[in-house]
């Protein structure tokens, strides 16, 4: 069987940065992280595309988006409550997939989330699925009747890995035959490549996005605005000019985002582009992410600030997953 989810990785990330030596090397940092880095991705990889890697400043290793990629001898310490299934997905998993497609996650009411591929095109430190199984999977026909089966989702989220690392013609055949199941009205896409390898965002994608009857809303991840360039800020133009929805769902991270001001322009550059402020995350805890959380109470303080100081529609939701939870609890 090919493994579509290696092609389409090895294809977006054909010139990706691999090793924290060269990552350390083309940003001027000191060859001493490297060193760290490589024995903290021994299990979880470093993956940096170039599209994103020129956006971290030089020879800063504080920087907000060097800190998303590089791993940290912090992420082999332990920490009590972290754990490599923090949201208790194996417990909501609800059947295999199809050939190159992985398990269907039953977690709320009306919707359920396909997880489509393990490949991404970076690796963010702090991923919440940075554990998960995905190549244990049994191969089967049997996915798209079980969504068929259940009439009271009315929609499906494509997940991952990155949905959108899968050619453009497995997701056509993913879409059309989600499309076919008559109690189904929305796609929902969550995605980083529209910020990672904004050249993603091509007039076919568009085309296969909009060319069927269910209702199209791309989830993108921008955790500070330095990730937007204007490469991204042309994405996200396209995808909204087309009909496509666009909402961002942002993870507080120590070290990234946790000031206000930081926030506040997030939020407001969002808003320019056309993309709403729907979730700000409190951090998953999954193993190894430890080092990036912030507490509660200082996630509360942040929504009140943007509450003072932004209109409401740009103020996005404080919200944490719990295992077992109906819905996301709102913490602000």
Same mark, same amino acid.
């Given at each position: 069987?090919v493994?579509?989810?290696?092609?389409?990785?090895v294809?977006?990330?054909?010139?990706?940065?691999?090793?924290? !030596?060269e990552?350390c090397?083309?940003?001027?940092?000191?060859?001493?992280?490297a060193?760290?880095?490589?024995?903290?991705?021994?299990?979880?990889?470093l993956?940096?595309?170039?599209?994103?890697?020129?956006?971290?400043?030089?020879?800063?290793? $504080?920087?907000p988006?060097?800190?998303?990629?590089?791993?940290?001898?912090?992420?082999?310490?332990?920490?009590?409550? =972290?754990g490599p299934d923090p949201?208790?997905?194996?417990?909501?998993?609800?059947?295999?997939?199809?050939?190159?497609?992985?398990?269907?996650?039953?977690k709320?009411? @009306?919707?359920?989330?396909?997880v489509t591929?393990? !490949?991404?095109?970076?690796?963010c430190?702090?991923? =919440?699925?940075r554990?998960f199984p995905?190549?244990d999977?049994?191969?089967?026909p049997?996915?798209?009747?079980?969504? $068929?089966?259940?009439?009271? %989702?009315?929609?499906?989220?494509?997940?991952?890995?990155?949905?959108?690392?899968?050619?453009?013609?497995?997701l056509?055949?993913?879409?059309?035959?989600?499309a #076919?199941?008559?109690?189904?009205?929305?796609?929902?896409?969550?995605?980083?490549?529209?910020?990672?390898?904004?050249?993603?965002?091509t007039?076919?994608?568009?085309?296969?996005?909009?060319? %069927?009857?269910?209702?199209?809303?791309?989830?993108?991840?921008?955790?500070?605005? $330095?990730?937007?360039?204007?490469?991204?800020?042309?994405?996200?133009?396209?995808?909204?000019? $087309?009909?496509?929805?666009?909402?961002?769902?942002?993870?507080?991270?120590?070290?990234? %985002?946790?000031r206000?001001?930081?926030?506040?322009e997030?939020? #407001?550059r969002?808003?320019?582009?056309?993309?709403?402020?729907y979730?700000?995350?409190?951090?998953?805890?999954?193993?190894?992410?430890?080092?990036?959380?912030?507490?509660?109470?200082?996630?509360?303080?942040?929504?009140?600030?943007?509450?003072a100081r932004?209109?409401?529609?740009?103020?996005?939701?404080?919200?944490r997953?719990?295992? @077992?939870?109906t819905?996301? #609890?709102?913490?602000?």
């Amino acid at each position: 069987m090919v493994d579509f989810a290696l092609m389409a990785s090895v294809t977006l990330n054909a010139d990706a940065v691999r090793s924290p !030596a060269e990552l350390c090397r083309l940003l001027g940092l000191d060859p001493a992280l490297a060193a760290a880095a490589d024995r903290a991705a021994d299990g979880f990889p470093l993956l940096v595309p170039r599209t994103y890697l020129a956006r971290i400043r030089p020879g800063d290793p $504080a920087d907000p988006l060097l800190r998303q990629v590089l791993p940290q001898a912090a992420e082999l310490a332990p920490a009590p409550g =972290f754990g490599p299934d923090p949201l208790g997905e194996a417990k909501t998993a609800c059947g295999p997939g199809l050939p190159h497609l992985l398990p269907l996650l039953q977690k709320y009411q @009306g919707r359920i989330l396909m997880v489509t591929t393990g !490949a991404c095109a970076v690796h963010c430190r702090y991923c =919440f699925r940075r554990h998960f199984p995905y190549r244990d999977a049994l191969p089967t026909p049997d996915i798209l009747k079980r969504i $068929a089966a259940d009439p009271s %989702n009315h929609e499906v989220i494509l997940s991952g890995g990155d949905p959108l690392t899968l050619p453009d013609a497995e997701l056509a055949e993913v879409i059309g035959r989600l499309a #076919e199941i008559p109690h189904l009205r929305r796609l929902r896409v969550h995605t980083r490549l529209p910020v990672m390898i904004p050249q993603r965002i091509t007039d076919d994608l568009l085309a296969l996005l909009r060319g %069927n009857r269910l209702s199209p809303i791309m989830v993108v991840q921008v955790n500070h605005p $330095a990730e937007i360039d204007p490469a991204v800020a042309e994405a996200f133009g396209r995808l909204v000019d $087309a009909g496509v929805p666009l909402l961002n769902q942002a993870v507080l991270l120590r070290g990234v %985002n946790d000031r206000a001001d930081v926030l506040a322009e997030l939020c #407001e550059r969002l808003v320019d582009l056309r993309v709403m402020p729907y979730y700000l995350h409190q951090l998953d805890p999954v193993a190894g992410a430890a080092h990036f959380e912030v507490p509660i109470e200082t996630g509360r303080a942040l929504i009140a600030a943007l509450r003072a100081r932004l209109p409401g529609y740009a103020v996005p939701r404080y919200v944490r997953e719990t295992r @077992g939870g109906t819905s996301k #609890e709102v913490l602000a």
